[in-house]
């Protein structure tokens, strides 16, 4: 059973849970330290990437990076083999250690004693010679007389061999002329045919020669190609092996996680939850809240789930079985939370009549507007633009459905114009836009730039002359969103080009700082740009309506809808009992 809370109110230890590292998300960051300036203790538990620190504390807010479960079976292994040696390093082997030489406990008994070597010595060669037949002295000495030889013939053996008195020379000077002759003619033609076989028999060596290199080149040449195909034939079949069995592995821990309702980051900050013994679990989007809310219920805590979209209908391309499962999902456990936080009123509205629910409460995503923060540079200054030309700025993340394509070709039609992208590139959509862009000759023109601090967006962006958000109509998610991009250009003071989407027409028809115009066509956001920077002071709020904008719309206000929401958990107040969500 779920215990239940006290219901004294006080300061709480609220753990939040988010599947990213927690280094750009200003909302969570915002939200954070909304609490703890509250009074609360807020630990944000993250997912590790790359070398951030797995433990840091900002402005009050503990942050815990954990590593997830891996899908890769091979770091899974690895993962496992680590946790059970004890070891850090995943490269780290076992180093075998040197022999220790130990002294022999009786030290007398090993020293070599010189004598004793002698008396052995003397021993063995006399029982080697008692194994000799025994002969009699005096025979001994006749038979090695017998053996040496006499003087006499040691003489002989020296003495040189006499020469010869007669020579095959003077032999052929005592034969007659004409046999000479005849004797030296055959001479010489027996040295002719000699040297025309000497020479006959070399060329026919050299061309059998270079016959065998050939054929042994040829034989060398056919055996490397052939070890090269087996050689490639090998490694791509062991690059199959791995492969296949990586993805069996990945699939394996799919659908263990598919059953447990958990994924590979969820499993990890699960048991990590369970040590910081929170009193609050605030889990952000769907993608925590099974092991948010499967945490909170083994810590006896109360569970918030802050849905930052329609998750149900948001800009993805899940299969039919991924969305059944996660609306399964999201409807078993926001059920269970004890209260839910949205984005927006439309959102607000469109899951209370859907899951039967009360009214989640609105936190805006709202900038942290302070007009005292001067950033150290301007979009202006950073692309080297001159106060003369047409600057249009784009804030954002730089992805897929954004109608990023559709402004670089309204470049092509609009000679002056500049468009800077500010945020996150998605690498592949930022490829697409470039390539656009160098085909259109508008390369130039288009300037990516990297994010910003949250505190300083505001007043980064304030030197552009119109801010656009072609936000493509996809989901339902982005027909209710209400970006953050758009309250931080409207404080910055800079009038507002927006897709014909229900929350931000609302919000521009109301206070006049923009125009709406048609997403999908080029042309038309060409027009829009154009109209909203010639007629940029009728849409620019005067800075009484933008203190008012920023009181009722500003992330002030909404970190005081936050308190609040955490104030009436912990009040005494009659509510609900916990204890029906324990099943």
């Known amino acids: 059973m779920r215990q239940e809370r006290s219901t004294e109110s006080g300061p ?40 951030l620190p797995a433990r840091e504390e900002r402005n ?69 010679g008692s194994d000799r037949s025994t002969v009699p002295t005096s025979e001994q000495t006749d038979a090695r007389c017998e053996s040496q030889p006499s003087d006499a013939e040691n003489d002989v053996r020296l003495s040189p061999e006499k020469p010869r008195t007669t020579s095959a020379r003077r032999a052929a000077q005592s ?9 030296k003619h055959s001479v010489r033609i027996a040295k002719r045919v000699l040297k025309y076989c000497y020479s006959g028999t070399r060329w026919i060596l050299k061309k059998v ?10 034989i060398l040449a056919s055996a490397k190609r052939t070890a090269k195909r087996i050689l490639a034939s090998a490694k791509h079949t062991a690059k199959r092996i791995t492969r296949n069995a990586r993805l069996g592995g990945k699939r394996i821990l799919t659908v263990v996680y598919w059953f447990s309702e958990a994924d590979e980051f969820g499993t990890a900050a699960r048991r990590h939850i369970a040590e910081l013994a929170p009193d609050a679990v605030h889990a952000h989007d769907l993608t925590t809240l099974p092991a948010g809310g499967r945490a909170a219920k083994n810590a006896g805590a109360w569970l918030i789930y802050d849905s930052h979209e329609l998750e149900m209908h948001r800009n993805s391309s899940y299969p039919w079985f991924v969305r059944l499962r996660r609306r399964l999902l999201e409807r078993k456990y926001i059920r269970r939370a004890d209260a839910v936080v949205t984005v927006s009123e439309s959102i607000a509205d469109h899951l209370r009549s859907d899951y039967r629910i009360p009214r989640p409460t609105v936190v805006m995503n709202a900038p942290l507007f302070d007009a005292t923060i001067t950033p150290k540079t301007t979009v202006r200054q950073d692309i080297g633009l001159p106060s003369e030309e047409t600057l249009c700025v784009y804030v954002g993340n730089v992805t897929v ?16 114009l500049h468009f800077a992208t500010v945020g996150p590139r998605r690498p592949a959509t930022e490829a697409e ?33 119109v801010s656009v958000l072609p936000i493509q109509n996809v989901c339902l998610s982005y027909y209710y969103c209400m970006p953050n991009k758009l309250l931080e250009s409207v404080f910055a003071g800079v ?11 609302r919000f521009v028809e109301a206070n006049g700082c923009g125009v709406v115009m048609d997403e999908t066509d080029s042309e038309a956001i060409a027009r829009a740009i154009h109209h909203a920077s010639t007629e940029r002071d009728r849409y620019v709020l005067t800075p009484e309506r933008c203190k008012r904008l920023a009181e009722q719309y500003g992330w002030p206000t909404q970190a005081i809808h936050l308190r609040s929401m955490y104030s009436a958990l912990a009040a005494p107040m009659d509510r609900r009992s916990l204890s029906h969500r324990t099943a």
């Open 12 to 51: 709480m230890h609220v753990v939040m849970l988010v599947n990213n590292p927690c280094v750009n998300d200003s909302r969570v960051i915002k939200s954070a330290e909304a609490l703890s300036e509250a009074g609360h203790r807020v630990t944000v538990v993250c997912r590790q990437f790359g070398e």
């Open 60 to 128: 009050g807010v503990e942050y815990h990076r954990v590593e997830p479960v891996p899908l890769n079976w091979v770091q899974l292994k690895r993962r496992v083999r680590m946790t059970l040696t004890g070891r850090t390093d995943p490269g780290q082997r076992d180093i075998p250690q040197p022999p220790v030489h130990r002294p022999p406990q009786n030290a007398a008994a090993s020293t070599p004693i010189v004598e004793d070597d002698r008396s052995a010595t003397q021993e063995t060669s006399m029982s080697r």
């Open 175 to 183: 034969l007659p002329d004409p046999v000479k002759r005849e004797v």
């Open 209 to 218: 020669a270079r016959g065998a290199k050939r054929t042994a080149k040829r």
């Open 401 to 416: 459905n954004r109608g990023l394509e559709l402004v670089v070709q309204a470049l092509a039609s609009s000679p002056a």
């Open 433 to 465: 836009l470039v390539a656009l862009a160098t085909e259109l000759g508008v390369r130039d023109r288009l300037h990516l730039i990297d994010p910003m601090a949250p505190n300083e967006v505001v007043g980064y962006i304030g030197t552009a002359d």
């Open 495 to 505: 009038p507002v080009a927006v897709a014909d989407l229900l929350e931000m027409r």
